[in-house]
């Protein structure tokens, strides 16, 4: 049950894009569809944006996309804006367990 | 709208033992996986326990195992985690999360626990 490998931090300036990664294994990543994103902001509940590895629940702004690629899942953001600032988690469910990532700040500067 | 009110939350002694509830309503409860989530503060989220609709299904991380239990009340629509033998490293805000199709799509404003002497 190890834990997914995103980077600490990333930064970007307002209307550039940034992408966020999210490392696993054959084992989890690599076998499985299950990937989500959340969005939390400081002292918020995690907030559910990317689904099924690039879905997005209604109402979440199509400037965020997922993709995967091998073990690599990844978060696109176009278009920062300042509210974007804020952390960002992986997760992966499997059959029987839910990993998340260590989660990435984001900094628009 | 689908509404989760955690509640439980305290001060423990290590050793000691905490029951966590959840309050779901907004949706039929009794359809969907759930999952208790915890959160050190200023630190990153942890997956701890799912359990399946009917309840007859649980799973659990390895720093919980043998020592939470997760369980549901459908007719009540409440969630429960009992936790025992607390550990100061258990200190955390716990979140319960509703399952939807593989993704946790709508958590609660969590309650916190502390585990000290």
């Known amino acids: 049950q190890s834990a997914l490998t995103q980077p600490a931090s990333v930064s970007g300036s307002p209307g550039q894009s940034i992408t966020i990664s999210c490392t696993g294994t054959s084992s989890d990543v690599g076998g499985y569809n299950y990937v989500s994103w959340y969005q939390q902001h400081p002292g918020k509940v995690p907030k559910l944006i990317v689904f099924d590895v690039n879905d997005r629940p209604s109402g979440v702004s199509n400037r965020f996309s997922g993709s995967k690629s091998v073990n690599t899942a990844s978060l696109t953001i176009s278009g920062l804006r300042a509210e974007d600032e804020a952390d960002y988690y992986c997760?992966?469910?499997?059959?029987?367990?839910?990993?998340f990532g260590g989660g990435t700040k984001l900094t628009v500067l | 709208e689908v509404q989760l009110v955690e509640s439980g939350g305290d001060l423990a002694q290590p050793g000691g033992s905490l029951r966590l509830s959840c309050a779901a309503s907004g949706f039929t409860f009794s359809l969907h996986w759930m999952h208790w989530v915890r959160q050190v503060p200023g630190k990153g989220l942890v997956w701890l326990a799912l359990?399946?609709?009917?309840?007859?299904?649980?799973s659990y991380a390895d720093s919980v195992e043998g020592r939470f239990t997760i369980s549901r009340d459908n007719a009540k629509n409440t969630l429960s985690l009992q936790m025992n033998s607390l550990r100061v490293e258990d200190t955390a805000v716990y979140f319960c999360?509703?399952?939807?199709?593989?993704?946790?799509?709508?958590w609660g404003r969590g309650t916190l626990v502390t585990v000290s002497s």
């Open positions: 997760s992966l469910y499997t059959a029987s367990h839910v990993l």
């Open positions: 359990n399946n609709p009917d309840g007859s299904h649980t």
């Open positions: 999360a509703r399952d939807y199709g593989g993704t946790l799509d709508s």
